[in-house]
């Protein structure tokens, strides 16, 4: 990865983790997936569908322009649910709540409540996602790719001195 690529990531993160939540109050607060990111992601994921269509019926030639296509609708597909409120995390004095299982490289639709004093852990995954587990091993997942993820951070801090959040 060249340097300029890892200056624009590193960017993008800051400006997303001191970013302006959805919600934010003394007590609550909803980060949500950053939507111009998600917007541009599917947008390719569509353009390599088109172009490989395009390939394909201009050339007829087979494995290549059919793989395009896969691998732009499964980027459309998985990027799709971030440009709603489906992925979104809220979080309130008593309980944080969000999505609860990874499907693939991204979250699922299952979401769950967990109360803070049921919080055990606090992790990342492989992909980059970070949760806070309980007890009883259900999650709250979320990414540095949410807007205002900071705030977040800090209410996890506040309710959980007691753990540690995973280092970006």
């Not at 890892?6 to 800051?14: D, N, V, Y």
């Not at 919600?23 to 172009?51: D, R, W, Y």
């Not at 395009?68 to 709603?84: N, R």
Request: hydrophobic share 45%; aromatic share 8%.
């Amino acid at each position: 990865m060249s340097a300029v690529t890892l200056a624009i990531l590193g960017g993008l993160a800051t400006l997303l983790r001191v970013g302006r939540p959805l919600a934010l109050t003394n007590v609550s607060g909803t980060i949500t997936p950053e939507k111009i990111s998600a917007s541009m992601t599917v947008v390719a994921g569509v353009g390599m569908v088109i172009v490989g269509v395009w390939i394909f019926a201009a050339t007829s030639n087979g494995w290549g322009p059919i793989a395009l296509i896969i691998t732009g609708l499964a980027i459309a597909a998985f990027m799709a649910p971030s440009l709603t409120h489906i992925h979104d995390v809220q979080w309130t004095g008593d309980v944080i709540e969000g999505p609860s299982r990874l499907f693939g490289p991204t979250l699922g639709r299952p979401r769950t409540t967990i109360a803070w004093h049921d919080v055990v852990r606090i992790g990342s995954t492989v992909t980059g996602y970070w949760y806070v587990e309980a007890g009883d091993r259900r999650r709250v997942y979320w990414s540095y790719l949410y807007k205002g993820n900071g705030a977040l951070s800090d209410a996890i801090i506040q309710r959980c001195p007691q753990l540690r959040l995973p280092t970006r």
